[in-house]
């Protein structure tokens, strides 16, 4: 089994930042990718952003250029960096993790964090 705790959430002014974190720890697991998802009230759970294991990057078009993805593969950490936060940025923010291959692959959430951009 996998836990994943996140931390880094909070309110913020738009244009400030943020920089989220998801520690992964549990015993004997080798992940694949590692990425953020986001949801605000009434939408859909969207990706924000992933890294894989070779360190190429996916980001929503939302999101490009403001914030950025990256890992600490020695902790297990992955990191959200959110800068020029915009007030369409608030929603609940999840890291997921995929580890294993075939029939040994799981998928595991984090809790979520709140991050409300507001003035």
């Known amino acids: 089994q996998v836990q994943l705790l996140e931390s880094g959430g909070g309110l913020v002014q738009p244009g400030g930042s943020l920089k989220l974190s998801c520690a992964a720890s549990?015993?004997?697991?080798?992940?694949?990718?590692m990425g953020w998802y986001r949801q605000a009230p009434g939408q859909q759970r969207d990706l924000v952003a992933s890294?894989?294991?070779?360190?190429?990057?996916e980001y929503a078009d939302s999101v490009k250029d403001r914030f950025t993805i990256s890992t600490n593969n020695a902790k297990n950490t992955v990191y959200l960096q959110m800068l020029s936060l915009k007030p369409e940025d608030t929603a609940v923010y999840y890291c997921?993790?995929?580890?294993?291959?075939?029939?040994?692959?799981?998928?595991?959430w984090g809790q979520g964090t709140q991050v409300t951009v507001s003035p």
């Open positions: 997921k993790i995929n580890t294993g291959v075939g029939v040994y692959a799981s998928v595991y």
């Open positions: 549990g015993n004997s697991f080798s992940i694949n990718s």
């Open positions: 890294i894989s294991i070779t360190g190429s990057t």
